[in-house]
C-alpha cells in the first residue's frame, strides 16, 4: 500500500501538532481531549473495528453544546491544513527531489514531439502563435475566507524555509515558532463569511491572484517557455509573444446575477487599471535601479538627447504617467472627475518606450541587460496590458432579444420576437450595413432594455486589450449573436469585440454544428470576424441536464462537428471550455482532459474556466501557477501537433449505445420519479447551502423552482456533502450493466486502450467513486428522511452506486478503485478519519436546524456549525462545486 511521501507526512505531522497545542491552549482543556477521543473514533471506525460507524455516532450524539463547535472546528482546520501541506509537496524541491505531482517539462514533451517527426519549423511557429487564456469565473466555490488563505500562503512559505539542510537549529526553531502562531491565529479566526462578497469584491480577489501569484509566476514561466523553444528550435519567443492570456467573468458575468449592474462593470474595469498601474509602477521603479548605464542607440537618443542616464529618462517619464493613470483610476472608481491628461491608456503607450529601452541595449551589445528584468517587464505587458484582465460580458440571448425588440417596436417596425429567424437576420444585417443610428434619441426604455443598453455603452468605451469576450448564454440561432453587435454598434463600439454563443443544454449542443453554419452563410458576419471564431462549450448545465455520461458524448461529437463547420468555411475556432472544478460539473485533470479531445478540435488556441478553489489549488503560489501553465502549455502544443486519434465507427456505435441508455436511466430518476426532488431535499443540505455566504450569485436562477432552476454548483455540492456524489455516475450504472450483460465488455476495454477520450471518462469515474462513501450515505438517510418511498428510493439509488463500482472495477480489472492512483487513495484515505465526524455531526446538525426552523429560530451555535461543516466537507474533498 503507497503511503504519502516521508516529507509530506512530516509536514501533515507537524501542522497537526502545532494544531492540537492551538486547542490546548483553548479555554476548557477537556475540548481537545474530546477532540483526540473523536478521531480515535472515526479511525477505529474506519478500521472497522466497532462496527460501521456506531462508536463514533455515540461519541459524537454526548457532545454538549459547547463543544459541538470546536470539535467541527477542529476537523475543519485539520483538512485545510493537511491540503496545503499537499499543495505545497506538489512543488517543493528539495535535495532534488521531484514530487509525485511534479509535471512533464516543456523541454521533455517538445523532444518527444521532434522525435515524433514534428519539425522545428512547425514547432516554433505553432509555440510562437500559442493562444490559452485562461477564463477567472465568480462561481461561488471558494468556501475559505481570503484572510485565512493568506495566512494558509505564508504557511506554505514556511514550510518552503523549512527545506534547507543548513538551517542553524535557532533559525529553524523561528520558522517553526511562526508556523505556530500563524496556525493559532487560523485557530482563533472565524473561517465562515457572514456576508456575501458583492461582485467587485470577487473582482478584487481575482486581481490578488495576479499581484500575489501570476505576476511572478509568469514571466519566470515564459522564460523557461523561451529557453526550452530556443533548445528545441534554435529560436526563442518572438519579444511580443503573449501565449498565456489571463481574463475574467468577476464583474462582467451579469446571466441571472442582477447584483452585476453595468456600474458594477465599470468599477470593475477601472478598478484592474488602478491595480495595474500600482504594479508596473513598482517594476518600474526597479528597472530604474537596474538601467543605470549610458551606451543607447541612435534611436533612444532621439528621444532623450544627450542625458547620462538615457534610460532613467525614459523610465521617469513612464513612472510619471503610471502615477497619473493610477491617480485617475482613484478618483474614477469614487465617482470623482478625474484629469485625463497625461495618462496610459492604450497598451502601445507603454509597451513602445520600454521595447525602445530593449531596442537600444540589444544593439549596444548589452544583451544580457535587456533580457534581464526589462524583458519580464515587456512580457507582463503583453499578457496583463495596461487593463491587468480582460474582462468578458456574460448576459442572456433573450435579455438582448428583448432589447432588440422594444427598440423595433417603438420605432413602429413590427413585432421583433413574432418574426421568424431568417427575418430577423435580414433586419439585423440590414441594420449593421447602414450607417444610421437605430436608438430614437429621446426614446425611454423599460429598466431591463436601459440596464443592456448601457452595458454596452460602458463595454464600448474601452480599449481592445481590455475586453475579452461577449459570451451569450442560451444561445441558438445567429439572430442571437448579430443583436449583441448591432447593441454595441449602436453604443459606440468602434473594435469588433469577439461575441461567442454558449451553447449549454443537451440540444443546444445538438444544434451547435447547424446554429454555427447558419452563422458563417451570413456573409457581413464573416467579415466582421475575420474568420476567427470562438464557441463556448457548457459542461455543468449540459451534465445536470442529461448526466455525466450522455453529456461528455454531447460535448466530445459537438466538438468535432463545429470543428468540421468551421474547417469547411475556413475559419479558425477556438472552442472555451467552460468546465467546472469537479467531474461532475467536466472538471478532472487538465493535461489528460485536453489531450482526450476531438483531434482537430485544439489547433494552437484553448480556452478555459478556472473557478473558485480550483484557482487556489492551480494559481495560488508562484511555482504552483509556473506548474499549471507548463502543464496547460505542454498540453495544447501537444494536442495541436500531435492530435489524439480518434474514434473508430464500432466505438460511436457502442458509445451511441451506451448513452441512450445513461440518458433514459438518468432523466427517469431526476425528471420522471416524482419521489426525487422530495427525497433530493431531505437527504442533501441543499436548503442549507443558502446560509454559507459564498458569492454575490443566487443559488438559483428562478427562487422556488425546482432542480431545473437549481444551477450546476450547489446541485454538485449537496450531493457532494452527503457522499452519494449522483450527478457524477447516475445514468452510467445502468449503462455498464446493460453492456456487461450484452457482452460488450471486450469492446470496452478496446475502447479504453486505444481512445484517449474514453479512457479519461472511465478514470474520472474511478476518481469519483472512489469519492462516494455509502455507510455516510446511508447515515444521513437514516437521520434525515423518514418517508418509507423516500427510503426506499435511496436504497436503490445506493444499491446502483455499488453495482456502478463492481461494475467499473470488472472493467479495469481492479480489486479496489483507485489501484493506478496510488497517491491520491492515500490521500483520501488519510482524510477520512477527519471527514467523518464532519459528516456525521452535519446529518445531527441538519437534523436540529431543520427541527429548529419548524419552531421558529435555529440556535446560533448550531447554525455556526453547521456551516463549518459544510467548509470542512467541502476541503475533505478538496472540491465544492
Given at each position: 500500500m503507497t503511503?504519502?511521501?516521508?516529507e509530506?507526512?512530516?509536514?501533515?505531522?507537524?501542522?497537526?501538532?502545532?494544531l492540537?497545542?492551538?486547542?490546548?491552549r483553548?479555554?476548557?482543556?477537556?475540548?481537545?481531549?474530546?477532540i483526540?477521543?473523536v478521531?480515535?473514533?472515526?479511525?477505529?471506525?474506519?478500521?472497522?473495528?466497532?462496527?460501521?460507524?456506531?462508536?463514533?455516532?455515540?461519541?459524537?450524539?454526548?457532545?454538549s453544546d459547547?463543544?459541538?463547535?470546536?470539535?467541527?472546528?477542529a476537523?475543519?482546520?485539520?483538512?485545510?491544513?493537511a491540503?496545503?501541506?499537499e499543495?505545497?509537496?506538489?512543488?517543493?524541491?528539495k535535495?532534488?527531489?521531484?514530487?509525485?505531482?511534479?509535471?512533464?517539462?516543456l523541454?521533455?514533451v517538445f523532444?518527444r514531439?521532434?522525435?515524433?517527426?514534428v519539425?522545428a519549423?512547425?514547432?516554433?511557429?505553432?509555440?510562437?502563435?500559442?493562444?490559452?487564456?485562461?477564463?477567472l469565473?465568480?462561481h461561488?466555490?471558494?468556501?475559505?475566507?481570503r484572510?485565512?488563505?493568506m495566512?494558509?500562503?505564508?504557511?506554505?512559505?514556511?514550510l518552503?524555509?523549512?527545506?534547507?539542510?543548513d538551517?542553524?537549529?535557532?533559525?529553524?526553531?523561528e520558522i517553526?515558532?511562526?508556523?505556530?502562531?500563524?496556525?493559532?491565529?487560523?485557530?482563533h479566526?472565524?473561517?465562515?463569511r457572514?456576508?456575501?462578497?458583492?461582485?467587485?469584491?470577487?473582482?478584487?480577489?481575482?486581481?490578488?491572484?495576479?499581484?500575489?501569484?501570476?505576476?511572478?509566476?509568469?514571466?519566470?514561466?515564459?522564460?523557461?517557455?523561451?529557453?526550452?523553444?530556443?533548445?528545441a528550435?534554435?529560436?526563442?519567443?518572438?519579444?511580443?509573444a503573449s501565449?498565456?492570456?489571463?481574463?475574467?467573468?468577476?464583474?462582467?458575468?451579469?446571466?441571472?446575477n442582477?447584483?452585476?449592474?453595468?456600474?458594477v462593470?465599470?468599477?470593475?474595469?477601472?478598478l484592474?487599471?488602478?491595480m495595474?498601474?500600482?504594479?508596473?509602477?513598482?517594476?518600474?521603479?526597479?528597472?530604474r535601479?537596474?538601467?543605470?548605464?549610458?551606451q543607447?542607440?541612435?534611436?533612444?537618443?532621439?528621444?532623450t538627447?544627450?542625458?547620462?542616464?538615457?534610460?532613467?529618462?525614459?523610465?521617469?517619464?513612464?513612472?510619471?504617467?503610471?502615477?497619473?493613470?493610477?491617480d485617475w483610476?482613484?478618483?474614477?472608481?469614487?465617482?470623482?472627475?478625474?484629469?485625463?491628461?497625461?495618462?496610459l491608456?492604450?497598451?502601445?503607450?507603454?509597451?513602445?518606450?520600454?521595447?525602445?529601452c530593449?531596442?537600444?541595449?540589444?544593439?549596444?551589445?548589452?544583451?544580457?541587460i535587456?533580457n534581464?528584468?526589462?524583458?519580464?517587464?515587456?512580457?507582463?505587458?503583453?499578457?496583463?496590458?495596461?487593463?491587468?484582465?480582460?474582462?468578458d460580458?456574460r448576459?442572456?440571448?433573450?435579455?438582448?432579444?428583448?432589447?432588440v425588440?422594444?427598440?423595433?417596436?417603438?420605432?413602429?417596425?413590427?413585432?421583433?420576437?413574432s418574426?421568424?429567424?431568417?427575418?430577423?437576420?435580414?433586419?439585423?444585417?440590414?441594420?449593421?450595413?447602414?450607417?444610421?443610428?437605430?436608438v430614437p434619441r429621446?426614446?425611454?426604455?423599460?429598466?431591463?432594455?436601459?440596464?443592456v443598453?448601457?452595458?454596452?455603452?460602458?463595454?464600448?468605451?474601452?480599449?481592445?486589450?481590455?475586453?475579452?469576450?461577449?459570451?451569450?448564454?442560451?444561445?441558438?440561432?445567429?439572430?442571437d449573436?448579430?443583436s449583441?453587435?448591432?447593441?454595441?454598434?449602436?453604443?459606440?463600439?468602434?473594435?469588433?469585440?469577439?461575441?461567442?454563443?454558449?451553447?449549454?443544454t443537451?440540444?443546444?449542443?445538438?444544434?451547435?454544428?447547424?446554429?454555427?453554419?447558419?452563422l458563417?452563410?451570413?456573409?457581413?458576419?464573416?467579415?466582421?470576424?475575420?474568420?476567427?471564431?470562438?464557441v463556448?462549450?457548457?459542461?455543468s448545465?449540459?451534465?445536470k441536464?442529461?448526466g455525466q455520461?450522455?453529456?461528455?458524448?454531447?460535448?466530445?461529437?459537438?466538438?468535432e462537428?463545429?470543428?468540421e463547420?468551421?474547417?469547411?468555411?475556413?475559419?479558425?475556432?477556438?472552442?472555451?471550455?467552460?468546465?467546472?472544478?469537479?467531474v461532475?460539473r467536466?472538471?478532472?485533470?487538465a493535461n489528460?482532459?485536453?489531450?482526450?479531445?476531438?483531434?482537430?478540435s485544439?489547433?494552437?488556441?484553448?480556452?478555459?474556466?478556472?473557478?473558485g478553489?480550483?484557482?487556489?489549488?492551480?494559481?495560488?503560489?508562484?511555482?504552483?501557477?509556473?506548474?499549471?501553465?507548463?502543464?496547460?502549455?505542454?498540453?495544447?502544443?501537444?494536442?495541436?501537433?500531435?492530435?489524439?486519434?480518434?474514434?473508430?465507427?464500432?466505438w460511436?456505435?457502442?458509445?451511441?449505445?451506451?448513452?441512450?441508455?445513461?440518458?433514459?436511466a438518468y432523466?427517469?430518476?431526476?425528471?420522471?420519479?416524482?419521489?426525487?426532488?422530495p427525497?433530493?431535499r431531505?437527504?442533501?443540505?441543499?436548503q442549507?447551502?443558502?446560509k454559507?455566504?459564498?458569492?454575490?450569485?443566487?443559488?438559483?436562477?428562478?427562487?422556488g423552482?425546482?432542480?431545473?432552476?437549481l444551477?450546476?454548483?450547489?446541485?454538485?455540492?449537496?450531493?457532494?456533502?452527503?457522499r452519494?456524489?449522483?450527478?457524477?455516475?447516475?445514468?452510467?450504472d445502468?449503462a455498464?450493466?446493460?453492456?456487461?450483460?450484452?457482452?460488450?465488455?471486450p469492446i470496452?476495454?478496446?475502447?479504453?486502450?486505444?481512445w484517449?477520450?474514453?479512457?479519461?471518462?472511465?478514470?474520472?469515474?474511478?476518481?469519483v467513486?472512489a469519492?462516494?462513501?455509502?455507510?455516510i450515505?446511508s447515515?444521513y438517510?437514516?437521520?434525515?428522511?423518514?418517508?418509507?418511498?423516500?427510503?426506499?428510493?435511496g436504497?436503490?439509488?445506493?444499491?446502483r452506486?455499488?453495482?456502478?463500482?463492481?461494475h467499473?472495477?470488472?472493467?479495469?480489472?481492479?480489486?479496489?478503485l483507485?489501484?493506478?492512483?496510488p497517491?491520491?487513495?492515500?490521500s483520501?484515505?488519510?482524510?477520512?478519519?477527519?471527514?467523518?465526524?464532519?459528516?456525521?455531526?452535519?446529518?445531527?446538525?441538519?437534523?436540529?436546524?431543520?427541527?429548529?426552523?419548524?419552531?421558529g429560530?435555529v440556535?446560533d451555535?448550531?447554525?455556526?456549525?453547521?456551516?463549518?461543516?459544510?467548509?470542512?466537507?467541502?476541503?475533505?474533498?478538496?472540491n465544492?462545486?
Amino acid at each position: 500500500m503507497t503511503e504519502l511521501h516521508p516529507e509530506l507526512r512530516e509536514n501533515v505531522r507537524m501542522l497537526g501538532e502545532l494544531l492540537g497545542q492551538s486547542i490546548q491552549r483553548h479555554p476548557g482543556q477537556d475540548c481537545f481531549e474530546r477532540i483526540e477521543e473523536v478521531r480515535a473514533a472515526a479511525k477505529a471506525d474506519r478500521r472497522q473495528e466497532s462496527g460501521s460507524g456506531q462508536r463514533l455516532v455515540n461519541l459524537l450524539g454526548k457532545l454538549s453544546d459547547d463543544e459541538l463547535l470546536p470539535v467541527t472546528r477542529a476537523f475543519n482546520q485539520f483538512l485545510n491544513l493537511a491540503n496545503l501541506a499537499e499543495q505545497y509537496h506538489g512543488i517543493r524541491r528539495k535535495r532534488g527531489h521531484q514530487s509525485d505531482l511534479m509535471v512533464e517539462s516543456l523541454s521533455e514533451v517538445f523532444g518527444r514531439l521532434k522525435s515524433g517527426g514534428v519539425s522545428a519549423e512547425d514547432l516554433h511557429q505553432r509555440v510562437a502563435d500559442l493562444r490559452i487564456e485562461y477564463v477567472l469565473t465568480a462561481h461561488p466555490t471558494e468556501v475559505a475566507r481570503r484572510t485565512l488563505i493568506m495566512k494558509y500562503d505564508e504557511m506554505s512559505d514556511c514550510l518552503a524555509r523549512l527545506d534547507h539542510d543548513d538551517l542553524m537549529p535557532a533559525e529553524r526553531e523561528e520558522i517553526v515558532d511562526r508556523l505556530g502562531q500563524l496556525v493559532t491565529e487560523a485557530w482563533h479566526t472565524d473561517e465562515i463569511r457572514h456576508e456575501r462578497p458583492t461582485a467587485v469584491d470577487e473582482a478584487k480577489w481575482g486581481f490578488a491572484v495576479i499581484e500575489n501569484s501570476l505576476w511572478q509566476a509568469l514571466p519566470r514561466f515564459l522564460r523557461s517557455l523561451d529557453l526550452s523553444l530556443t533548445e528545441a528550435t534554435g529560436r526563442g519567443l518572438p519579444l511580443n509573444a503573449s501565449p498565456i492570456r489571463i481574463a475574467s467573468w468577476m464583474g462582467g458575468d451579469r446571466d441571472g446575477n442582477p447584483n452585476v449592474t453595468h456600474e458594477v462593470t465599470r468599477k470593475v474595469f477601472l478598478l484592474g487599471r488602478w491595480m495595474a498601474a500600482d504594479l508596473y509602477l513598482r517594476d518600474i521603479q526597479a528597472l530604474r535601479a537596474e538601467l543605470s548605464m549610458w551606451q543607447a542607440s541612435d534611436e533612444l537618443r532621439a528621444v532623450t538627447g544627450d542625458s547620462r542616464e538615457p534610460y532613467r529618462v525614459v523610465l521617469a517619464g513612464l513612472r510619471e504617467k503610471l502615477i497619473k493613470t493610477r491617480d485617475w483610476a482613484e478618483a474614477s472608481v469614487a465617482g470623482e472627475s478625474a484629469d485625463t491628461t497625461g495618462i496610459l491608456f492604450a497598451n502601445e503607450d507603454f509597451t513602445g518606450p520600454l521595447e525602445l529601452c530593449y531596442r537600444s541595449l540589444i544593439e549596444s551589445g548589452l544583451e544580457t541587460i535587456a533580457n534581464g528584468p526589462l524583458l519580464d517587464t515587456i512580457r507582463r505587458a503583453h499578457t496583463f496590458g495596461l487593463p491587468l484582465i480582460r474582462l468578458d460580458i456574460r448576459q442572456e440571448a433573450s435579455r438582448h432579444a428583448g432589447a432588440v425588440a422594444e427598440m423595433v417596436e417603438y420605432l413602429g417596425m413590427g413585432d421583433y420576437l413574432s418574426w421568424s429567424e431568417q427575418e430577423r437576420q435580414d433586419f439585423l444585417v440590414r441594420e449593421l450595413k447602414g450607417r444610421r443610428p437605430l436608438v430614437p434619441r429621446n426614446w425611454q426604455p423599460s429598466a431591463e432594455v436601459a440596464e443592456v443598453l448601457a452595458t454596452c455603452k460602458v463595454v464600448a468605451e474601452q480599449t481592445p486589450e481590455a475586453l475579452g469576450s461577449y459570451v451569450i448564454s442560451m444561445a441558438s440561432k445567429p439572430s442571437d449573436v448579430l443583436s449583441v453587435i448591432l447593441l454595441l454598434r449602436e453604443a459606440g463600439m468602434e473594435n469588433p469585440m469577439r461575441v461567442v454563443p454558449l451553447f449549454e443544454t443537451l440540444d443546444d449542443l445538438r444544434g451547435a454544428p447547424d446554429s454555427m453554419a447558419a452563422l458563417y452563410n451570413v456573409d457581413w458576419y464573416r467579415k466582421y470576424c475575420e474568420d476567427r471564431q470562438e464557441v463556448m462549450i457548457g459542461y455543468s448545465d449540459s451534465s445536470k441536464d442529461a448526466g455525466q455520461m450522455m453529456a461528455a458524448w454531447a460535448q466530445y461529437q459537438a466538438q468535432e462537428k463545429l470543428t468540421e463547420v468551421a474547417g469547411k468555411y475556413g475559419v479558425h475556432l477556438t472552442l472555451f471550455h467552460g468546465r467546472g472544478g469537479t467531474v461532475g460539473r467536466g472538471g478532472g485533470p487538465a493535461n489528460r482532459a485536453i489531450l482526450s479531445q476531438p483531434p482537430g478540435s485544439v489547433n494552437g488556441s484553448f480556452r478555459i474556466t478556472e473557478q473558485g478553489e480550483m484557482i487556489r489549488f492551480k494559481f495560488g503560489l508562484p511555482r504552483l501557477a509556473e506548474q499549471s501553465l507548463t502543464l496547460y502549455t505542454t498540453a495544447v502544443v501537444e494536442a495541436t501537433l500531435a492530435p489524439p486519434r480518434g474514434p473508430e465507427p464500432k466505438w460511436r456505435e457502442v458509445m451511441d449505445w451506451l448513452t441512450e441508455r445513461s440518458l433514459k436511466a438518468y432523466r427517469d430518476v431526476v425528471r420522471d420519479n416524482p419521489d426525487f426532488v422530495p427525497y433530493f431535499r431531505q437527504v442533501t443540505p441543499e436548503q442549507a447551502l443558502g446560509k454559507l455566504a459564498l458569492g454575490s450569485r443566487p443559488a438559483r436562477r428562478k427562487p422556488g423552482g425546482g432542480v431545473e432552476s437549481l444551477r450546476a454548483i450547489p446541485w454538485i455540492f449537496a450531493w457532494t456533502q452527503m457522499r452519494l456524489m449522483l450527478p457524477s455516475w447516475l445514468g452510467s450504472d445502468v449503462a455498464l450493466a446493460e453492456a456487461f450483460r450484452s457482452g460488450r465488455v471486450p469492446i470496452l476495454r478496446e475502447m479504453m486502450e486505444k481512445w484517449p477520450f474514453f479512457k479519461t471518462y472511465v478514470d474520472m469515474l474511478e476518481m469519483v467513486l472512489a469519492k462516494s462513501d455509502l455507510r455516510i450515505a446511508s447515515y444521513y438517510e437514516q437521520t434525515l428522511v423518514d418517508e418509507p418511498k423516500l427510503l426506499e428510493l435511496g436504497k436503490d439509488l445506493r444499491e446502483r452506486l455499488q453495482g456502478c463500482i463492481r461494475h467499473l472495477l470488472e472493467l479495469k480489472g481492479q480489486d479496489t478503485l483507485l489501484e493506478q492512483e496510488p497517491v491520491f487513495a492515500h490521500s483520501m484515505r488519510v482524510r477520512n478519519p477527519y471527514t467523518d465526524p464532519l459528516h456525521y455531526l452535519q446529518a445531527e446538525l441538519l437534523k436540529r436546524d431543520r427541527e429548529s426552523e419548524g419552531k421558529g429560530e435555529v440556535p446560533d451555535m448550531v447554525e455556526r456549525a453547521l456551516k463549518v461543516t459544510m467548509a470542512g466537507i467541502s476541503a475533505g474533498m478538496r472540491n465544492t462545486g
